[in-house]
């Protein structure tokens, strides 16, 4: 809707209509606080939204973002939300084969078939053992950590104390994942599944000292306080449509095709330009609160740029008119598809395919994770569709940093598609080809982006997911009391770059309303 030329002037002003932003505006407006929401896109959502992709095809896929585990119930609850998620029966499945025989592991459907698909694949008890006792560690570091999320950050030793496990401590806060990986665990398998949640969206190695890949790590664990990953209900944008619902009947103005171009501010209030198709506007605030990258939020205030970021993923959508047979008939695909399918992520695979991208070569064997979310919830699917069979299949790529797609993003973006899916064909028993849906063109239902596409598309830095690195959840020299404060008062950053950010968590847009309420 267009802003009211009549009303220049907002308790805040929320530039971006992504998740978080309108979780600030849901909580700001439900607390009487005149609010604008201005959004350069035609629609609000940012990443978290579902689309039909596919020409003439009722498939309405979350395109973007595809999982939820960061966000609160208490967001669900402040806000009245209309949205649900549904939990997944299977964890996780990872073909593989073991002497010329074609097996695999799958991670639930209960601790009995669990316990013994790993002795099927490791012919023994020890490294079961191992996985419940590492991620038994892992879920009480959630139960302590992931409360502190939507409080004001706590201090590096404060959330060492509340977690008060030195053990614990040590493999996740101070030493490279990559070490307690090695130290608990002897299969190269079991050891890459643990491995992945350290990767996705982050090109590091297991071993980097930076520990990038261990705060990847922990915010994958710790979601809800038990590490759960779920699907949402009608698709992603169902959480964008539950939230722009909120903020509006609360009474927060969403503009949409309104793109802010510059913020001033001297310290106690600010002013936000904005561009239409008809011309420039300008709306008054006591508080500006900034739902994108901190490169632009950079750019809007006219400060100097923060260090790049890059992404490193590659993310495919796919309509199948049925799911593959696998080569391994110990499983059912209905079952192998429901979690996490992971492809190439041995952690021997992981660690040579992070080295080639990393020397400016795309993967051999390209790392990637698939799950079906049909399975789960089928209403994403038109009745004519679901009635047939037909499923959905997203697929996530890893270590394949933008630097890769620089000299050709098209023909790069193809090849590296066509050997990821070789990949993932080495383990069906028919070729994922055959099962592709067509759309009305005739065109095969597959479309694939890459960090440069998401670049393009939703702003995103470097196409990284995150915005930039993500950062430990405690208070550092400058993060503030609530992780989302800039150089300048008044001007809040709600969106994945701010601390405790990234993923679909309404975190960032939680905290940042709560800093202005303080105020």
């Known amino acids: ?202 090109f590091a190695d297991a071993h980097d ?16 306080g038990t590490g759960a990953w779920d699907v949402p209900v009608g698709g992603m944008g169902a959480l964008a449509d539950a939230l722009a619902a909120a903020a509006r009947t609360a009474g927060a103005v969403i503009a949409t095709g309104h793109e802010a171009i510059r913020i001033d501010t001297d310290g106690r209030s600010a002013e936000v330009t904005y561009r239409t198709a008809d ?22 205030l006219g400060d100097p740029p923060p260090e790049p970021a890059e992404g490193a993923q590659l993310k495919v959508n796919m309509l199948l008119t049925r799911l593959p047979r696998l080569r391994d008939d110990a499983v059912d695909p209905r079952e192998a598809f429901a979690g996490t399918f992971h492809i190439a992520e041995g952690y021997r695979e992981l660690a040579t395919a992070h080295a080639q991208a990393a020397a400016g070569e795309l993967p051999a064997a390209p790392p990637s994770e698939i799950y079906c979310h049909s399975l789960t919830d089928p209403t994403i699917l038109g009745p004519g569709l679901a009635g047939r069979g037909y499923q959905t299949l997203t697929l996530f790529g890893l270590h394949t940093p933008a630097r890769l797609f620089a000299r050709d993003n098209d023909a790069v973006r193809e090849e590296l598609l066509k050997a990821t899916l070789a990949q993932l064909d080495a383990h069906l028993a028919e070729p994922l080809a055959d099962c592709l849906a067509t759309d009305a063109d005739g065109r095969p239902c597959i479309e694939a982006k890459t960090p440069l596409d998401l670049e393009r598309d939703l702003r995103l830095p470097g196409g990284n997911i995150f915005h930039r690195a993500l950062s430990w959840p405690y208070a550092q020299e400058g993060t503030g009391r609530w992780g989302v404060e800039t150089g300048h008062p008044g001007v809040l950053l709600c969106g994945a770059g701010a601390v405790r950010g990234g993923g679909v968590s309404g975190v960032p847009g939680h905290n940042a309303a709560m800093a202005v309420l303080e105020a």
């Open 209 to 224: 000292p930076s520990l990038a890949q261990n705060r990847c790590f922990l915010y994958h664990v710790i979601g809800g």
């Open 1 to 202: 809707m267009p802003v009211d030329e009549g009303t220049r002037s907002y308790d805040a002003v929320i530039v971006g209509g992504g998740h978080n932003g309108l979780v600030a505006a849901a909580y700001l407006a439900r607390a009487g606080r005149s609010v604008l929401v201005l959004e350069r896109l035609g629609h609000t959502g940012g990443a978290a939204v579902s689309t039909r992709p596919f020409a003439g095809v009722d498939a309405r896929l979350s395109r973007y973002s595809y999982l939820v585990s960061l966000l609160p119930r208490k967001i669900v609850r402040d806000l009245g939300l209309r949205f649900q998620v549904r939990g997944r029966t299977v964890s996780s499945y990872t073909p593989t084969e073991r002497g010329g025989r074609a097996t695999g592991l799958l991670v639930g459907g209960g601790e009995r078939r669990t316990r013994e698909a790993f002795a099927r694949l490791t012919g023994g008890e020890r490294e079961y053992a191992a996985w419940q006792r590492f991620y038994g560690m892992t879920g009480r570091v959630a139960e302590r950590v992931f409360p502190t999320l939507t409080e004001p950050l706590p201090g590096r030793d404060e959330l060492r104390r509340r977690i008060d496990d030195d053990t614990a401590w040590r493999a996740l806060f101070e030493e490279p994942i990559g070490e307690a990986v090695e130290e608990n665990f002897t299969d190269d398998l079991v050891r890459g599944v643990v491995l992945t949640d350290a990767l996705i969206g982050t």
């Open 279 to 300: 011309g420039e506007g300008v709306a008054a605030a006591r508080h500006v609160l900034v739902n994108a990258s901190p490169q632009e939020l950079a750019a809007l």
